[in-house]
């Protein structure tokens, strides 16, 4: 990218820093979630809290593949691409993916990501298609600024910084809620009778985030916090228990705000309404596809076992203990992680290796496996489905949200196809950021380790 050019972790920190100002606002609960956040990562560190507090993530929803493709555009002005495909169709009536950047150093200068979703037709009545479809062809997210900046931007490559000023102004917008529904309070209901997740989608014409979640050290901590603090969150955290990989994430419904719905006559009625919500997401240790589909087998065993419901006193105890027990042989020392190719890591030279015809036969295990080379886990970076569809129903109704399905991915291809580019594979992007590190170990020890 030119120097004339604004950097795209810039534009992704900026539209951060006005949102989350407006939350803090407007919602003072988000003021005490951001309290949480930095000190648990104190906690951890100062380098830690340094590096986490770089790393946010939100959600954003549409409602046709015209506007999905539309913003597959907008995200790549941020340097953000979508990675990976996830049905969550099971539970929640949307496709979806996450645009993020796709390199470690973009990652480290800002990290924020957005878990987009489009609505899945599919999921809703045929009988009630016409009335669904009528009022997403009222939807007009994007303003002629806003796309003639995206087809600027596509065409020079960047955009300047006066033009990333102008585009930072018109995205805070559209990832905002206004004032104004699109619906009247009688299509409202309706909608909501319909599919709850198509009711949150029309409500307004905009994509507005329902959350921003920063990164923490440990969310069984920031749960802990908010249940200490009075607040009514999911009945547990998300993700694996006792084991430090892929993702773990709580969440907890934030008030409700006014929201003005149309009468037709130029008239307003005002009714409270509920959608955005705090999170927390402590990102954990990438694990292959092989040591991804053996922790969700065990994942899904331990879900089975549950016999409490979340309405049973003594649900939450009852949880961890049986999910820790699910996942107690599941691997956690790195050495086993990587010699039974479960996880994903970079390397180091240890301080005590020095290039010597000795090492030079070694191959690249036997140098793992006598301290010469160090591993470090790879940092995760995506997404989980069954936390997903969770956070997804925790801000429709708290009741019946953690114990869910694997989710499946069925329809990739016609998802890119309305995306109108194919998703970067997550197993890809930390293959090959494992690929690259093993190689400059092996050139600095001054030998191909194969």
């Not at 995206?150 to 995205?171: H, I, M, P, S």
Request: aromatic share 10%; proline share 4%.
């Amino acid at each position: 990218m030119s120097d004339e050019f604004a950097q795209p972790s810039w534009i992704r920190r900026e539209i951060v820093l006005r949102i989350l100002a407006m939350f803090e606002e407007t919602m003072p609960i988000y003021q005490d979630m951001i309290a949480v956040a930095r000190d648990i990562n104190e906690r951890a560190g100062e380098n830690e809290a340094k590096r986490l507090g770089k790393i946010m993530h939100a959600a954003i929803r549409c409602a046709s593949n015209a506007e999905l493709r539309t913003i597959c555009d907008l995200f790549a002005l941020m340097g953000n691409e979508p990675v990976n495909y996830y049905d969550l169709r099971e539970r929640v009536s949307v496709e979806s993916t996450a645009f993020r950047p796709t390199s470690v150093d973009e990652i480290e200068r800002d990290g924020f990501r957005v878990f987009c979703s489009r609505l899945s037709m599919d999921c809703i009545p045929a009988e009630h298609h016409p009335f669904v479809e009528e009022i997403i062809a009222r939807r007009n997210l994007f303003t002629d600024e806003l796309r003639g900046l995206l087809e600027t931007g596509k065409g020079q490559g960047g955009l300047t910084q006066e033009q990333a000023e102008r585009f930072v102004d018109a995205c805070v917008k559209l990832f905002t809620r206004p004032e104004e529904a699109l619906v009247s309070r009688e299509e409202y209901e309706k909608l909501q009778s319909i599919n709850k997740v198509a009711c949150q989608i029309l409500v307004s014409n905009s994509l507005a985030f329902n959350h921003l979640t920063p990164s923490v050290a440990s969310v069984p901590a920031a749960h802990e916090e908010m249940v200490r603090r009075g607040i009514k969150t999911i009945p547990v955290w998300q993700g694996p228990v006792g084991k430090d990989v892929i993702l773990r994430q709580t969440s907890c419904l934030a008030p409700p705000v006014m929201l003005k719905f149309p009468n037709g006559d130029g008239t307003f009625v005002e009714a409270e309404y509920q959608e955005t919500f705090v999170e927390f997401e402590e990102r954990l240790q990438a694990l292959t596809p092989r040591g991804r589909e053996l922790f969700e087998a065990k994942f899904e065993n331990g879900k089975n076992a549950l016999h409490l419901k979340e309405s049973d006193q003594g649900y939450a105890e009852h949880y961890y203990e049986v999910m820790r027990q699910a996942l107690a042989d599941y691997p956690g020392d790195a050495l086993d992680l990587w010699k039974q190719r479960l996880a994903y890591f970079t390397f180091e030279v240890s301080q005590d290796s020095r290039p010597s015809d000795s090492l030079a036969r070694m191959n690249f295990d036997q140098l793992i496996e006598n301290g010469w080379v160090c591993l470090i886990p790879q940092q995760y970076e995506d997404f989980f489905g069954p936390a997903a569809t969770n956070i997804f129903n925790s801000n429709i109704g708290l009741e019946d949200v953690s114990n869910v399905g694997i989710a499946k991915p069925d329809s990739q291809s016609a998802y890119e196809a309305a995306l109108g580019r194919e998703v970067v594979n997550m197993y890809d992007y930390y293959d090959g950021i494992q690929a690259a590190s093993k190689d400059a170990v092996c050139a600095e020890l001054a030998g191909d380790k194969s």
